[in-house]
C-alpha cells in the first residue's frame, strides 16, 4: 500500500491544544495518515473525500456544529464514518448523532486504547464499504459489456436452466444459447449459475430459484 493510498483520519476540533494533542498521539499509529481541521469549514473547503478512513469529530464548534456537519455530508452524500469526541455531549446530542449514523460518540478525556479501537473500527468500515462499491462498479462496466441477447440467456441462466430449455424460451438454437451463456459468463468471469445469480443479486437483477451444480459447459 502506498502512501497516497493508506486511509485517512480527519480530526475537526477548534480546540487547538487538544486537536494538536491528537495529532501527536494519533501520528504514532502505524497504516493511516492523520489531518487536522480547526473547523467544518476549514475541512470542506481542503479535504476531497477520496481516501478511505473516518473523521473525529468535535460536536460543539463556532458557526457550524459537529452535527450540522453530519448533516451536511448526509445531505451532500458523503458517507464517511464519524466518530464524535465532545466535552459537552448530553443523552439527547448522542441519540441525535447515533440515529444519523456515527459509530460513536466518547467523552473527553478519552482513554487513548479506547479512542484508537474506535478509530481502526471506522477505518475498517469506510474501506469495506468503498471495496464493496467498487465491486459493483466493476460488475456494472463487465454487465454493460453483455448484449441484450446474452442478458437474455444469463438471467435464465442463473435460474438454473439448461441450455436446451434456455433456448426453447428464446427461440434459438441450443447451440447458439450455448455459445451466448459462454461468451457471457466469460465477460462476468463466471463458472456457475450460482455465479450468475449472485451477479445479478449485487446488481439488484431480478432472478429466481437455481441448481447448484449446474456449470457453465452445460
Not at 473523521?55 to 464517511?80: A, F, H, T, V, W
Not at 462498479?137 to 454493460?144: G, N, R
Not at 459489456?145 to 435460474?159: H, S, Y
Not at 449472485?198 to 439488484?204: D, E, I, S
Amino acid at each position: 500500500m502506498t502512501i497516497s493510498e493508506l486511509p485517512v483520519v480527519r480530526i475537526i476540533d477548534d480546540n487547538d491544544v487538544i486537536r494538536e494533542s491528537l495529532v501527536f498521539l494519533l501520528e504514532e499509529e502505524d497504516g493511516w495518515i492523520v489531518k487536522a481541521y480547526r473547523d467544518a469549514e476549514e475541512f470542506l473547503d481542503n479535504d476531497d473525500f477520496e481516501q478511505a478512513g473516518c473523521i473525529l469529530l468535535d460536536i460543539r464548534m463556532p458557526k457550524m456544529s459537529g452535527l450540522e456537519l453530519q448533516q451536511y455530508l448526509i445531505n451532500i452524500s458523503i458517507d464517511i464514518p464519524i466518530v464524535f469526541l465532545s466535552g459537552h455531549a448530553d443523552v439527547a446530542m448522542a441519540i441525535h448523532a447515533l440515529k444519523r449514523g456515527a459509530l460513536d460518540l466518547l467523552q473527553k478525556p478519552v482513554d487513548d486504547e479506547v479512542l484508537i479501537a474506535a478509530l481502526h473500527s471506522a477505518v475498517e468500515k469506510d474501506i469495506k464499504r468503498r471495496n464493496e462499491e467498487a465491486k459493483i462498479e466493476s460488475l456494472e462496466q463487465k454487465y454493460a459489456l453483455l448484449t441484450q441477447r446474452e442478458k437474455e440467456v444469463v438471467m435464465l441462466a442463473a435460474q438454473g436452466l439448461m441450455n436446451k430449455v434456455i433456448a426453447d424460451k428464446l427461440g434459438i438454437s441450443e447451440r447458439t444459447a450455448q455459445t451466448h451463456r459462454g461468451v457471457a459468463c466469460r465477460k462476468l468471469n463466471a463458472k456457475t449459475s450460482v455465479d450468475l445469480l449472485r451477479v445479478l443479486q449485487t446488481l439488484g437483477l431480478e432472478s429466481t430459484g437455481l441448481d447448484d451444480t449446474k456449470t457453465i459447459s452445460q
